[in-house]
């Protein structure tokens, strides 16, 4: 019984060339090809951005913690409010993401993307030009939103090119 089940799960697509072929000829949404229409190449395209893409958060806020000590002495600011800006992060990045996904879903993920990467690019350069720690606190939040779009846009690009 378990011989054939083998046998079964071979002949309906787990090797390597049937699910490339598969894949071939699956439909990929317009936002996950390069303008070129190679399936083949988008789909390793797709693969390196998603791994950008779930760096990103990690990068953002990983980053800054070796700072914390350093912005609690030119902000003159107290320990708590300097955490607050990790905070802000976190929940600017949780508080969003259902709303990201809803947007991925109705709009796209490319738009999707580029706004949550554009609201992370602003609010970078707003961190750069906030001047004390409350705007530090806003932008960092902001930033956590942005952030957001592009793990939620990449776990969504994950699930389109693969059956659940």
């Known amino acids: ?16 060339s049937h699910r490339l072929a598969r894949i071939r000829a699956m439909k ?12 083949s190449a988008s789909l390793g395209a797709v693969l390196f951005a998603v791994v950008l893409l779930l760096a990103l958060h990690p ?30 992060f976190v929940l600017g990045f949780g508080a ?6 809803a947007l991925s879903d109705r709009f796209g993920r490319r738009p999707t993307l580029l706004i949550g990467l554009t609201c992370f690019l602003v609010a970078a350069i707003g961190c750069l030009m906030a001047r004390d720690i409350a705007q530090l606190v806003l932008w960092r939040a902001l930033e956590g939103a942005g952030v957001a779009a592009a793990g939620v846009s990449a776990r969504a690009m994950l699930r389109d090119l693969h059956d659940p």
């Open 96 to 101: 969003t993401q259902i709303a990201w996904g």
């Open 1 to 16: 019984m378990a011989a054939r089940l083998f046998e079964e799960r071979l002949d309906t697509g787990s090797d390597l």
């Open 28 to 39: 990929i949404p317009s936002s996950a090809r390069l303008r070129s229409g190679d399936t």
């Open 59 to 88: 990068l953002a806020s990983n980053l800054f913690l070796p700072a914390l000590p350093m912005l609690r002495q030119r902000a003159g600011a107290t320990p708590d409010e300097v955490q607050w800006t990790l905070s802000a």
